[in-house]
C-alpha cells in the first residue's frame, strides 16, 4: 500500500515538472515572437541575444538540466529514508544556493 502511494506521489512529482518544462517551452516562444516584434532584425536583436545568452544558459542547466534531474531523485529518496521534513529542509537549500549563485552572475 505504501509503496503505491509513493509511486502516485513520484507520477505526480513528474508530471507537475513535466508541465513546468512545456510551460517554460511555450513561454519562450512567446518571448521570442515578442523580440523579434519589438526589435525586428538587426543588430539591437542581436546584442541583446548575445547578452541573454549567460543566463539564459544557466537557467536550462540549472531549471531544465542535470540539477534538476539529480534533484529530484535525490528529493525523492530523502522522503522515502528520512521523511518529508528532511527532504524539504533540503529543497530549501538547492533553492537558496541556486539563487545566490544566479543573483552572483
Do not use: C, Q
Amino acid at each position: 500500500m505504501a509503496e503505491t502511494a509513493d509511486r502516485r506521489m513520484s507520477t505526480r512529482a513528474t508530471g507537475v515538472v513535466g508541465v513546468a518544462i512545456l510551460s517554460s517551452r511555450l513561454l519562450g516562444l512567446v518571448r521570442e515572437m515578442v523580440f523579434a516584434g519589438l526589435f525586428g532584425a538587426g543588430r539591437n536583436l542581436d546584442a541583446f541575444l548575445m547578452a541573454f545568452r549567460l543566463p539564459n544558459l544557466l537557467r536550462d542547466l540549472f531549471a531544465e538540466g542535470a540539477l534538476s534531474t539529480a534533484f529530484i531523485t535525490t528529493f525523492s529518496k530523502k522522503i522515502a529514508v528520512e521523511g518529508d521534513k528532511s527532504a524539504w529542509r533540503l529543497a530549501n537549500k538547492v533553492a537558496t544556493l541556486t539563487a545566490v549563485f544566479m543573483s552572483a552572475v
